[in-house]
C-alpha cells in the first residue's frame, strides 16, 4: 500500500508586544516550516493552523505589521491562546503575560499548478 505524503508546510510566526500591533517574525515553507514549529513546540509557542491566513501573513516582510483588516482576527487568535495558558492582558495575577507575546500559524502550503 503507497503511504501518501503530507502536504508542504508553511509557518508564520508572530510577536505581539501589547503595545503596537503584531509583526511578523519568521516564516518559511516545508523544512524551514519544520524547524520553525520545532522550536515553537519546544518553547511551548502556541499555534493555530489556519492556511488561508498564513497565506495572507506570507506575503509580509520579516518585522513588518499585519495588516489592520486582520487585527481583528489576530486579536481573537492570541486571546484565545492567552486564554487556554490561563493568561490575560488585562489582570495583574502573577501569571499575567509580561512583555512579548510569540503566536505561530501554520498550515499546507498550496502551490499553483
Not at 508546510?9 to 514549529?37: F, H, S, V
Not at 515553537?40 to 520579516?62: F, G, K, M, S, T
Amino acid at each position: 500500500m503507497k503511504q501518501m505524503k503530507q502536504p508542504p508546510r508553511q509557518a508564520i510566526a508572530l510577536n505581539y508586544d501589547g503595545q503596537n500591533a503584531p509583526t511578523l517574525t519568521a516564516k518559511g515553507d516545508d523544512e524551514l516550516a519544520e524547524t520553525i514549529l520545532a522550536i515553537a513546540r519546544h518553547h511551548q509557542v502556541p499555534i493555530y493552523e489556519n492556511a488561508d491566513l498564513v497565506r495572507l501573513l506570507a506575503r509580509l516582510e520579516l518585522g513588518e505589521a499585519i495588516p489592520e483588516a486582520l487585527y481583528r482576527t489576530i486579536a481573537e487568535i492570541i486571546a484565545f491562546a492567552w486564554y487556554l495558558k490561563g493568561k490575560s492582558p488585562l489582570n495583574n495575577r502573577p501569571d499575567a503575560p509580561e512583555g512579548d507575546a510569540p503566536l505561530l500559524l501554520e498550515g499546507p502550503v498550496s502551490r499553483p499548478s
